[in-house]
């Protein structure tokens, strides 16, 4: 996963816009791969980090059919305490 301050991105694919292309596995075999069945796109993972971020983003731009996407997640595990009341 790939953070930018708080913000995270990840990767998702739409399988029923997969043609199997392969075009994503080609340009970033360490976050996609095709299943054996139909060639259809198969996440490895769906958090990005920063060396595979660039290159799935890429794949995301080269998909022909528009099947993969790049989300903003909002995922924060760092919990902020908010006081309105003053603390005695
Ligand atoms: S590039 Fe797009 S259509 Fe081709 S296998 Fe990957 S997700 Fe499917």
Redesign the pocket.
């Known amino acids: 996963m790939v953070s930018a301050g708080r913000r995270t991105v990840r990767v998702t ?1 739409d399988l029923d ?9 080609l340009t970033e075999p360490r976050v ?1 791969d ?1 299943n054996d069945h139909d ?3 198969v996440l490895l993972t769906d958090d990005l980090d920063a060396e595979t971020a660039p290159t799935a983003s890429l ?1 995301v731009e ?4 528009q ?2 996407s790049v989300v903003p997640t909002n995922e924060d595990t760092t919990y902020t305490r908010r006081t309105t009341e003053r603390e005695s």
């Open positions: 694919a816009r997969c043609i199997g292309s392969g075009q994503c596995v996609f095709q060639g259809r796109v794949a080269t998909c022909p059919v099947a993969l």
